[in-house]
């Protein structure tokens, strides 16, 4: 079971028969015990979202990590990206309770080291799956102590903080959230109230039951409720994020779903002129428009695999003050190189207030090609899959497999991998025309479904 719930970069599974309190005790044992081998800080941040497994799982995990001499500091509900603060600010390492958009049946955890490191199976989950495996002998240490603290103001300030004073206050902007039950719906009141914005607020009530739709953004059917409230009140902006918040993906005021990748090149315009020359960072399923923009202002685009802390590690090899997912995760370096959906929220209302155009217009010069956006289909065997089709296009098309399969050619290119967290393949696909794109999207589609 440990092989099928500790995935590539945090844990997750069915609450019912696998995220259990007994496991999480477990894991917390486990944390404390590699926590020592890596002889980091002897505290450790535990963060929560509202689902209703997430305080009982918390609780028997910090019991796990006190009965190993452990300190904890439990800064309750949280965002995901509050954590990562909350481990950055107080340079701690930390985890987060939660399944983020997956649905109310599930749970997990995020871990990092101290300065918000991220924790993924390369970097000290298959340690502490051995641990778990083999038992970890009792502590001769004496029992840890267990506080509370709330740092939601403080995380408020620094992400203000971000940018020059009077960023928020040039122009008044309609903005709607969707917060889809999870927990933007505790962060971004206390954000919002800062900036000068009308705020018209969705599904801001928490609950872990998702009583509304599911909080997964990337998936169209969730986005139409933001979508009509935005038609309907006439927004400059919608913004819509995971049941976790670290993710964050923007409607225009024509209701229009604004690709990602758009979203990844106006941050990293706008760092390019605070950090000139600078590295950016985009995962290959990101728009070809990326590496563009990023060349055509100075900057150095660098490549990479999907996953939190594939990127992170990658930011820290090269320096780079930015890096962008096209699965709405945007990673900063002065946010302890972690993403933040807010964050990047605020990015996009920084240059809104700053300008007298609408998002569609600021974002037009960054939408040069045709994406099918990413389409999952389930699969017996992803690996299988992926070869078949690699066997049928590496003959005429260049292929790389940094993740998964990427196949590209002159006008068109298209990734298929492996999800790390379900039982999926995903298919993204760019062209430079709609007929194009359609035309790869379906033939790759139909070899899979054979």
């Given at each position: ?131 778990i495996e083999k038992g970890a002998p009792i502590s001769n240490r004496p029992i840890g102590k267990v ?56 599904y801001f009530e928490l609950d872990g039951n998702f009583p509304n739709h599911e909080a997964n953004p ?233």
């Open positions: 079971m440990l092989d099928k719930i500790i995935k590539a970069y945090d844990i997750r599974g069915l609450v019912k028969d696998e995220i259990t309190p007994d496991f999480s005790f477990s894991v917390g044992v486990a944390f404390a015990k590699f926590l020592e081998i890596e002889r980091e800080p002897g505290t450790i941040v535990v963060g929560e979202d509202m689902r209703p497994s997430s305080a009982p799982l918390a609780k028997a995990f910090c019991d796990g990590a006190t009965s190993q001499g452990m300190d904890v500091i439990r800064i309750g509900l949280s965002s995901t990206d509050m954590l990562y603060f909350a481990s950055g600010k107080l340079n701690l390492p930390g985890i987060m309770f939660t399944a983020s958009h997956n649905p109310a049946k599930y749970n997990g955890m995020k871990l990092c080291k101290s300065g918000a490191r991220p924790v993924g199976k390369e970097s000290g989950l298959q340690v502490i799956k051995d641990i506080r509370e603290q709330d740092l939601l103001k403080e995380y408020v300030d620094f992400l203000i903080k971000q940018f020059p004073k009077k960023t928020f206050s040039k122009r008044k902007i309609k903005v709607v959230i969707d917060a889809g039950n999870g927990m933007a719906g505790f962060t971004a009141p206390a954000v919002m109230e800062k900036l000068n914005v009308e705020l018209i607020p969705m990337i998936e169209p059917d969730n986005l139409k409720d933001l979508q009509k409230m935005v038609k309907r009140h006439k927004a400059d902006i919608g913004l819509a994020f995971d049941g976790d918040a670290d993710r964050c993906f923007l409607i225009n005021e024509k209701a229009e779903l604004v690709n990602p990748s758009a979203l990844t090149a106006l941050i990293a315009v706008r760092e390019l002129k605070k950090n000139p020359k600078s590295a950016i960072i985009y995962n290959l399923i990101s728009s070809k428009a990326v590496p563009e923009v990023i060349a055509e202002h100075k900057g150095r685009a660098i490549r990479s695999r999907v996953g939190h802390s594939y990127i992170k590690n990658l930011m820290a090899e090269t320096g780079a003050v930015f890096a962008g997912e096209h699965s709405g995760h945007f990673y900063f370096k002065n946010f302890w190189k972690a993403d933040s959906g807010m964050l990047a929220a605020l990015y996009a209302l920084a240059e809104l207030m700053q300008s007298d155009g609408t998002l569609s217009e600021l974002l037009e010069p960054y939408n040069r090609y045709f994406s099918s956006g990413e389409i999952n289909s389930k699969v017996k065997d992803a690996q299988k899959s992926i070869k078949m089709i690699k066997e049928k296009y590496q003959s005429e098309f260049e292929v790389d497999e940094l993740d998964g399969l990427t196949v590209t050619a002159k006008e068109w290119w298209f990734n298929l991998r492996a999800s790390n967290t379900e039982p999926l393949l995903r298919l993204n696909v760019e062209a430079q025309t709609q007929k194009q794109m359609a035309k790869i999207r379906d033939s790759v589609l139909s070899q899979i479904k054979r």
